[in-house]
């Protein structure tokens, strides 16, 4: 089993509610805020002692907004975990900011800290798109925060951009990512709107973009980004490379690909702290309460701050390991599979692989591992097969 852990920490607040959200997030007074923390450090503190022999590879801030509460309180929490756990030196230290609240002081204090990877919700550039979506930024706004983050000295910075959103035309989208682009972000993360039931969105008469123009934002995003140095690594995620002259000191060989996010499609352990957070560490998974106040009260006690507990039994962790891995473009390791499961891929899904390379939606491909001196065997998805990924992940349900 291996001992290398990734750390999420989940802000459940937000200044106000967006139309189309859908995560646990709501706005708080000072003194909920100043509880929550105070029960986040008695989390990390429990935790740690049974993780205490775990190497946190990767950590990462993430909401609600980050941004929102007092820089202090998620600076001191960062230190705590700092303290209590095991941090490896390359550690990549992520955090979502919204430019509505990520003041330049407080990018420079997140920056001390130790955050060394910025998140930044953008969505759209376009100010019509962002008041139709309930965002309290503009676009002047976004500028002023990735010129601030560069400023703070962050050299790992992602930006979110939403497509198929209320009223939007391709024309609109594209200039949108091409302002984006010309920023030049180390990493984009290009989603399409899904309209979740329980949002506001979901009761509202509104003006999707039809299904042709919203494949046609997914493909010029592929083309767009991919002539323009980004390389997609996974379905909905972009990365430059990292060139010699500015590798600088950073924990990132090679790549600006999402070291932390890498950590769910590849099935690593990970442990969630805060309100609601998922964990999933040496196959068994739960989640924490989402009632705020028996999380405050229950901070200290794992049993009762943990619900649905479930061991995942080898069924599950094979179609994890398959629907997760193959949304990565580099696919998943045939070797891996048979070093976890003790079986031949093909033995388990040898019908389901031989139909999808045949219809071309599927290859195998051998990747040299670094000084070329041992190959591995990948299964991945072709560009036509990401294009319809979900029809083809579900083939992979025992
Ligand atoms: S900022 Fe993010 S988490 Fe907060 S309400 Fe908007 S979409 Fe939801």
């Known amino acids: 089993m291996s001992r290398d852990i990734s750390i999420y920490v989940h802000i459940p607040f937000c200044e106000r509610k967006c139309l189309y959200c859908d995560f646990l997030s709501f706005g708080a007074g000072k003194e909920q805020i100043d509880g929550y923390f105070d029960a986040l450090l008695k989390e990390i503190k429990t ?22 509460p007092e820089g202090k309180k998620i600076c001191d929490t960062l230190r705590a975990i700092k303290t209590e ?16 609240s990520a003041i330049y002081d407080k990018l420079v204090s997140f920056k ?16 019509e798109e962002l008041k139709k979506l309930g965002r ?6 976004f500028f002023e925060t990735f010129e601030n983050a560069r400023r703070a000295g962050f050299d790992n910075i992602n930006i979110d ?15 949108t990512l091409k302002k984006v682009v010309d920023l ?36 010029e995003t592929k083309r767009y980004l991919n002539e323009h140095d980004y390389h997609r690594y996974e379905i909905s995620n972009y990365a430059r490379d990292v060139s ?31 309100l609601g957070a998922a964990s999933m560490v040496d196959n068994v998974r739960w989640s924490n309460t989402r009632d705020m106040s028996r999380y405050v009260e229950s901070a200290s006690d794992m049993s009762a701050l943990r619900e649905n507990l479930e061991k995942l039994s080898l069924q599950s962790q094979m179609e994890e390991f398959m629907f997760l891995g193959l949304r990565l473009v580099s ?48 299964l991945r998805l072709t560009d036509a097969g990401l294009d319809v990924s979900n029809t083809i992940m579900a083939d992979f349900l025992l």
């Not at 042709?212 to 493909?219: I, K, L, Q």
């Not at 010699?244 to 352990?269: I, L, M, S």
Request: charged share 20%; aromatic share 12%.
């Open 244 to 274: 010699a002259e500015n590798a600088g000191d950073g924990p990132f060989y090679g790549t600006y690909e999402c070291a932390h996010n890498k950590v769910y499609w590849q099935r690593g352990n990970y442990l969630g702290l805060g």
């Open 331 to 378: 696919g998943v390791s045939t070797e891996r599979f048979k070093q976890l499961f003790s079986q031949d891929i093909t033995d388990v899904y040898g019908d389901v692989i031989e139909m999808y390379v045949k219809s071309g939606h599927l290859e195998i491909a051998s990747v040299n591992s670094v000084g070329g001196l041992a190959s591995t065997t990948y």
């Open 136 to 141: 309290l930024h503009d676009s002047r706004m």
């Open 161 to 175: 951009v939403m497509s198929a959103l209320p009223d939007q035309s391709l024309s609109s989208y594209m200039e």
């Open 47 to 68: 935790a740690s002692k049974v993780y205490k022999d775990r190497v946190v590879q990767t950590v990462f801030f993430g909401g609600g907004t980050p941004s929102f």
């Open 184 to 219: 030049g972000p180390e990493h984009i993360s290009a989603y399409s709107l899904i309209i979740e039931d329980g949002t506001p969105f979901y009761d509202m008469d509104l003006k999707l973009p039809d299904e042709d123009t919203d494949r046609a934002m997914y493909h």
């Open 85 to 100: 756990f095991t941090l490896s030196p390359e550690c990549e230290v992520s955090i979502e900011v919204n430019p509505a």
């Open 112 to 127: 001390e800290a130790g955050f060394n990877r910025l998140s930044i919700g953008a969505q759209s550039l376009n100010d």
